[in-house]
Every structure is written in structure tokens, then in C-alpha cells.
């Protein structure tokens, strides 16, 4: 995957959550995508099954942060789907990543947006999900 893939993952995901609840199409599209990421179970076991490095610790970090956004902004009231998966998955990804792992993921993520060029680049959107 080229360097430039987590922003483009982002951007279109931040372009769509603020369309999300105008548009039935939106609506659907982002179902489909949330559901072609992979689920926290597999990346539950991707965590427990080796020494990840910082780009596959990015990748995790990234899902599930949209995940957490995306079923915060549709799950109203219950959030029964990030309560039952999102944060135990995030309380597991946080518990077993090392503080400067972390690091190393943090200044990726800070590169990448750095170095877009795109003009949908909205780094205050994108740091609110991140």
C-alpha cells in the first residue's frame, strides 16, 4: 500500500460523516464501507497473533477510531455495538501497544497528513476522529 492510503482511507471517511444522516445514499455507502473494514475481532486476533510494527499498529489505530466515530454518530442512544466492541477492542489496543510504538503511530499519522495535498484535507475534522 502506497504512503499516501491512510489519508486517503480518512478523507473519504470525513467527507462522508458529514454527509451521513442528509443523505440515505451516504447513509448506505458508509455501511458498506464500516463493513469491508476489518471487524474488531479480526483485529483483536491480528493484536494477540504477532509483534506488529507502527504501520500495521497506524492501520489498527485507524479503524478503530473510525469505527468509534462512525457508531458514535449512528448508535444513538444505545451505542450497544461500540459498548459491546469498539472500546473493548480500544481498551485492548491501548493496554498492549508500548508508549513509544504509540509515538511512532501518532507522528505517522501527523506525516501523512502533513504531506497531503488534497484539497479535502480538513485536518481539524481529521484530528477530531483521530
Not at 21 to 44: D, G, Q, R
Not at 57 to 71: R, V, W
Request: charged letters at 25%; one cysteine or more; glycine letters at 2%.
Amino acid at each position: 500500500m502506497g504512503r499516501e492510503f491512510p489519508i486517503q482511507l480518512l478523507e473519504f471517511y470525513t467527507r462522508s460523516i458529514g454527509e451521513l444522516l442528509e443523505s440515505e445514499k451516504v447513509f448506505k455507502n458508509m455501511k458498506k464501507f464500516i463493513e469491508i473494514l476489518p471487524s474488531s475481532c479480526e483485529i483483536l486476533k491480528l493484536m494477540q497473533s504477532q509483534k506488529n510494527n507502527a504501520n500495521e499498529m497506524m492501520f489498527m489505530k485507524l479503524i478503530i477510531d473510525i469505527m468509534e466515530n462512525y457508531y458514535k454518530s449512528v448508535e444513538k442512544p444505545l451505542f450497544t455495538k461500540l459498548q459491546q466492541e469498539v472500546f473493548p477492542l480500544a481498551l485492548t489496543f491501548y493496554t498492549q501497544i508500548d508508549e513509544k510504538i504509540l509515538n511512532e503511530v501518532n507522528n505517522l499519522f501527523k506525516s501523512h497528513i502533513d504531506k497531503s495535498n488534497s484539497l479535502y484535507t480538513d485536518r481539524r475534522r481529521i484530528l477530531w476522529i483521530l
